[in-house]
C-alpha cells in the first residue's frame, strides 16, 4: 500500500478473461482462486468496496500472465496469491516511481 497525506491506495491485480484462465492453469494454488471468472470477478468487486469502506484506493493493475511468470522467476517465488499480490504491488509501484534523470538532461 503506498500512502500519501491523505490519500492511501492499494495495488490489485486484474485478470482479463483470457489472463484469469491461463492464471489458474499455472499457479501452484488454483484452489485459490474462484471456479469461474464471473465470480472471481464478484469476489474481486466485494474486495474493492471493502477497501474503500476502510478508506483505501484500490488501483487495479491489468496482470500480463507472461509478465507475472517472469517477475516471479526474478524474485524466486512461487506462482501463488501472494506472488500475484507482490507483482501487482511491484506494478503500482513502477507507475508512481519518478522518472530518472540522464546524464546532461
Given at each position: 500500500m503506498i500512502s500519501g497525506s491523505e490519500t492511501?491506495?492499494?495495488?490489485v491485480a486484474w485478470y482479463s478473461p483470457a489472463a484469469?484462465?491461463?492464471?489458474?492453469?499455472?499457479?501452484?494454488?488454483p484452489e485459490t482462486l474462484e471456479e469461474s471468472y464471473d465470480a472471481w470477478c464478484a469476489v474481486f468487486?466485494?474486495?474493492?468496496?471493502?477497501?474503500?469502506e476502510a478508506g483505501i484506493s484500490a488501483v487495479c493493475m491489468p496482470i500480463d500472465?507472461?509478465?507475472y511468470v517472469a517477475w516471479?522467476?526474478?524474485?524466486?517465488?512461487?506462482?501463488?496469491?501472494?506472488?500475484?499480490?507482490?507483482?501487482?504491488?511491484?506494478?503500482l509501484r513502477r507507475q508512481h516511481q519518478t522518472p530518472r534523470r540522464t546524464r546532461g538532461a
Open positions: 492511501h491506495i492499494a495495488a484469469w484462465a491461463e492464471l489458474r492453469r499455472i499457479v501452484v494454488d468487486e466485494r474486495g474493492v468496496r471493502t477497501l474503500a500472465v507472461d509478465g516471479c522467476g526474478k524474485e524466486r517465488h512461487p506462482l501463488d496469491s501472494e506472488g500475484r499480490a507482490g507483482y501487482a504491488a511491484e506494478l
